[in-house]
């Protein structure tokens, strides 16, 4: 038998074998309930089914999507889209990287519950696949790319996305790299190992909340289009699980949410991925490298990448620390090569770990989940009903003491400061092994930052160190995140905001935290602007930009006017050098820096610059400064324009929206920003209490009933009352019910 017949045996028999009583007739037994707004509640009588009825929820609403990431996963990029270089690329990584034997130890660490869900999500999906072939969507009907898939294939897809904010962002390079003398297409990397996601979060404990139990805010800024959008969905066994919030489209169980004792979400964090090697080769053999006192050889790893054309060949090189890459910044010479190594790309911990997270009953227990190690690159807050607190950076880091990052560090030019390069050829500069880590080369959970509270703590992608200002975290690696250093004004934006709520000495309600985004303030504004306008008398240019600015709330509601004239003043401005006349103070970090420099000739000077320079891109784009905001930042639906509160998160909008900008129509399309938002706490019964928004709906397909609907009523300032319960759920004007048997 060939060895991937024999290891697709294997690996289905870890994810697919469970017992069965013997009165059930069909293997799996699911009811799929959906509530207005296309929310999918999935009640199964066991782990198998519930995965079999998740995978058809969310293929319901994402097949296409998920489709997509499949072909990319399994590396057919090429064959099924064409051979571009792009596809190419990624084709040859994910052969190479993302390989049947990672996901055979990957269902070695499984739990038997999470390896009868895995199987069952396979079966679901299918089956829907099997229902539904001649009625897709239009933007997948009749491709031949939508295709069943197999347990080993579910699997390269959760590596894949693991890896997708680090190595796969260095994929370009990684397929690229070839020895000295080989040709070698020029690459540029981006070295921006999250692009387009981030997110707020707050949890409140009992000394804060008037009913004495925790609240939770969760705000993730994830794309709005393509496998990391989010979807609600719903999870029931009778007496196992109830777990309701969002996983990603792409995804395979709830990502983000909360159950009858706990609450939590996920803010992207500052802690470090990968790391980069520096090779010392052999100088008479550029396929070896020194490591200590002997020399390694540089493994060859040949794929073949099939398309319409035929087949390319391609070889990816490995080192023991991870695969060579190269970019005009990292060449591989006779002297030099660089490898990437990844602290995910062999975490195996995720299921594990969310498996004990959506069944948690309090903070305490979601920090025993987390501790598993399972969660890749965010930090975790979470509140509970018995009105505790929580935030931690458990998060998947290579394990660099401070010895390591002392004497190991290499400075190569144009490489971002963020990105740590190491000294290759010594094994004093691997990453440290340490058996308290679930996970080898990873910073232990004990070593890494994490609280718990009656109080509060907050984050918006900052590190760890100003969770609570009053309860600040320090004392942690430097890999994790720095301390005593400026926070961006989006973080300063909510915890201005919040202790403006506490300062009254009144305590807190769910209102009260969803009107942090639902205001929409701007608070960089609210920081700024009496001071820009200091300087409108000073050239009459400006006149039409000034009179604008003084006129507006300071807010990007969708009726205010001047958000536009601000947004492109401050893209500019916040560039200038010394524009702030406070600098950051570590010991009044909320409050710093602050002021404009107007007594600065040059900075005078050059915020009039930017002010003209604002106005001018506005007019000559069509936009009107004082157009309502809603009439100038929108998304598109089936020719319709949606308006879009919120604003840029550099700019200091908590309410976060980030966009493209069309000449003539303006700041659309909309790229990522407030996705899924919830606001959780528990009734005096221990029933939830949850009220969210998906913003841009539970579909990205336009033939959807489900493609916008959420997005007029997040234009409008409206969310939902979370159906959980069975009588909430039961009482839904609009509910559908489909029930599954399968074998």
């Not at 707004?37 to 929820?57: N, T």
Request: aromatic fraction near 10%.
């Amino acid at each position: 038998m060939k060895q991937p017949m024999l290891l697709l045996m294997v690996t289905v028999s870890l994810l697919g074998c469970t017992a069965e009583p013997e009165e059930t007739r069909h293997r799996y037994n699911v009811d799929i309930r959906w509530t207005s707004y296309g929310i999918p509640h999935v009640k199964a009588d066991d782990w198998g089914s519930l995965g079999y009825g998740f995978a058809y929820a969310t293929a319901t609403d994402g097949i296409c999507v998920f489709a997509r990431e499949v072909s990319r996963a399994n590396g057919t990029l090429a064959a099924d889209f064409g051979a571009t270089d792009e596809n190419l690329a990624s084709d040859a990584f994910h052969r190479a990287m993302v390989t049947p034997a990672r996901v055979l130890k990957n269902g070695a660490s499984m739990s038997a519950n999470m390896r009868a869900y895995g199987a069952g999500f396979v079966a679901g999906y299918n089956r829907f696949i099997e229902d539904h072939r001649d009625e897709l969507p239009a933007s997948c009907i009749g491709e031949d790319w939508v295709r069943p898939i197999n347990e080993v294939e579910l699997g390269k897809m959760f590596i894949a996305f693991g890896i997708r904010y680090g190595t796969g962002n260095f994929t370009a390079g990684i397929a690229a790299a070839a020895p000295p003398g080989e040709p070698v297409a020029a690459v540029e990397l981006d070295y921006d190992l999250t692009p387009g996601i981030g997110s707020n979060a707050i949890a409140l404990g009992s000394d804060l909340t008037r009913s004495g139990k925790g609240i939770l805010f969760g705000n993730p800024h994830y794309p709005w289009q393509g496998p990391a959008r989010f979807h609600m969905i719903h999870t029931t066994i009778p007496g196992e699980i109830d777990t309701m919030g969002a996983s990603l489209l792409s995804g395979s169980f709830i990502a983000i949410g909360f159950n009858k004792d706990i609450a939590w979400t996920h803010t992207v964090s500052t802690a470090l991925r990968l790391t980069l090697f520096e090779l010392e080769l052999n100088a008479d053999n550029p396929m070896q490298y020194r490591h200590g006192d002997g020399y390694r050889d540089i493994e060859s790893i040949e794929v073949t990448v099939p398309h319409a054309d035929g087949e390319t060949r391609q070889v990816i090189y490995m080192t023991h620390h991870g695969p060579i890459l190269v970019s005009g910044e990292l060449p591989w010479t006779p002297e030099r090569a660089y490898a990437v190594r990844d602290a995910i790309l062999d975490n195996d911990a995720a299921f594990a770990t969310y498996e004990a997270l959506q069944i948690a009953a309090s903070v305490a227990e979601v920090e025993a989940a987390i501790s598993k190690q399972g969660v890749y690159f965010v930090n975790t807050i979470a509140a509970d009903r018995h009105g505790s607190a929580f935030y931690a950076d458990i998060s998947s880091t290579p394990h660099l003491n401070m010895e390591i990052l002392a004497n190991c560090r290499r400075q190569v030019e144009g490489l971002p400061s963020g990105l740590v390069v190491l000294d290759g050829s010594s094994p004093d500069c691997d990453w440290r092994e340490d058996p308290r880590s679930a996970v080898p080369g990873n910073l232990p959970a004990d070593d890494m930052p994490r609280a718990t509270s009656t109080r509060y703590f907050t984050n918006s992608n900052d590190s760890y160190w100003l969770s609570n200002p009053d309860l600040p975290l320090e004392g942690y690696l430097p890999s994790i995140g720095p301390e005593k250093t400026a926070r961006t004004l989006r973080t300063r934006a909510g915890l201005v905001f919040l202790n403006e709520h506490l300062e009254t000495g009144d305590k807190l309600e769910p209102d009260d935290i969803q009107s942090l985004l639902l205001s929409h303030r701007h608070f960089g504004a609210e920081l700024l602007l009496d001071d820009v306008l200091s300087v409108c008398a000073d050239d009459a240019d400006i006149a039409m930009s000034c009179e604008v600015l003084s006129d507006w709330d300071r807010t990007a509601n969708v009726d205010s006017r001047g958000m536009q004239v601000w947004t492109e003043f401050w893209e500019a401005a916040r560039h200038i050098d010394g524009i702030y006349a406070m600098p950051f103070d570590p010991d009044d970090p909320v409050n710093t820096p602050r002021g404009i420099a107007t007594e600065n000739p040059e900075v005078r000077e050059a915020v009039i610059g930017a002010l003209a320079a604002a106005q001018q891109r506005l007019l000559d784009a069509g936009i009107l400064p004082d157009q309502p905001w809603g009439e100038v930042q929108f998304a598109e639906r089936n020719g319709s324009r949606i308006p879009v509160p919120g604003g840029p998160g550099r700019h200091g909008m908590f309410s976060y929206i980030n966009t493209g900008f069309t000449e003539g129509k303006g700041y659309t399309p909309i790229v990522h920003g407030n996705s899924y938002v919830q606001v959780v706490t528990w009734n005096d019964d221990g029933t939830p209490d949850a009220r969210g928004i998906l913003t841009y709906s539970q579909s990205p397909e336009a033939d959807s009933p489900h493609y916008y609907d959420q997005t007029e009523l997040y234009a409008r300032g409206e969310w939902l009352q979370l159906p959980f319960t069975e009588e909430q759920i039961q009482a839904d004007p609009n509910l559908k019910t489909l029930t599954l048997r399968g074998d």
